[in-house]
């Protein structure tokens, strides 16, 4: 079963604009990833950040971690029409697998 | 550097049909992992390797075998396809064994139909 899942399932913005995405997670971990995917492509690793820290930035990214809420948000500001992908958590516990959720749909209209 | 390659880009098979999905990375990475992405769940780990010689099931296994004999290549073996087996497959890579400690480096993905 998925270990993380996003909210919301999609999310369109106007360009300019700064876009936040949830992931929550049910058990304990290790670290929180973040991805993006363009259409057609594989995913790109965003940001990484590990249980014992609390924020991560990334230029125009923000990752917060709260895991006594088993939950982390990505936040990207000033968004711009190349930032229209999808974008998924993933988290690492003390195994060797990275369990994904389903994905935050961003659109950015120009 | 290539990166993370993935071959066929495309494919199409007929039921009870076998194939190998290849996947090479260049960049000395111990761990590799396979997943399929459906609509609406994300992606589903199949099979990974924590380094040569060593392999193990994910969340999603069954119909599906891997073999690591070297560093670079960890190809997945679809051994009789099955319509529930088209998806997109994606290889991944990173750079030590504790895989899921570290970003992972993605190809682009084998789009894979089943009739």
């Known amino acids: 079963s998925q270990q993380g899942e996003e909210d919301p399932q999609a999310l369109s913005i106007q360009e300019g604009e700064n876009a936040t995405m949830n992931c929550s997670y049910k058990?304990?971990?290790?670290?929180l990833q973040w991805y993006r995917q363009n259409s057609g492509r594989g995913l790109v690793h965003l940001i990484l950040i590990r249980s014992n820290e609390r924020e991560k930035h990334s230029g125009r990214l923000r990752v917060t971690l709260d895991t006594s809420k088993k939950s982390s948000s990505l936040l990207i500001t000033a968004s711009r029409a190349a930032d229209t992908a999808s974008y998924f958590c993933a988290t690492g516990g003390n195994d060797y697998k990275l369990s994904f959720g389903a994905g935050t749909t961003v659109t950015v209209r120009a | 550097n290539a990166g993370v390659t993935q071959t066929p880009k495309f494919q199409v098979l007929k039921t009870g049909q076998s194939m190998t999905l290849q996947c090479a990375q260049d960049?000395?990475?111990?761990?590799m992992s396979w997943y399929r992405q459906d609509p609406g769940m994300g992606l589903r780990l199949i099979h990974y390797s924590v380094g040569a010689g060593i392999t193990d099931q994910g969340e999603v296994p069954n119909g599906y075998n891997v073999s690591r004999s070297t560093t670079e290549d960890f190809p997945l073996r679809l051994l009789s396809a099955a319509p529930s087996q088209t998806s997109v497959y994606f290889c991944?890579?990173?750079?030590?064994?504790?895989?899921?400690?570290?970003?992972?480096?993605f190809g682009d993905g084998t789009r894979l139909s089943i009739l």
């Open positions: 960049m000395n990475h111990e761990y």
């Open positions: 991944a890579s990173s750079y030590n064994g504790q895989g899921n400690h570290q970003p992972q480096h």
């Open positions: 058990t304990s971990i290790n670290n």
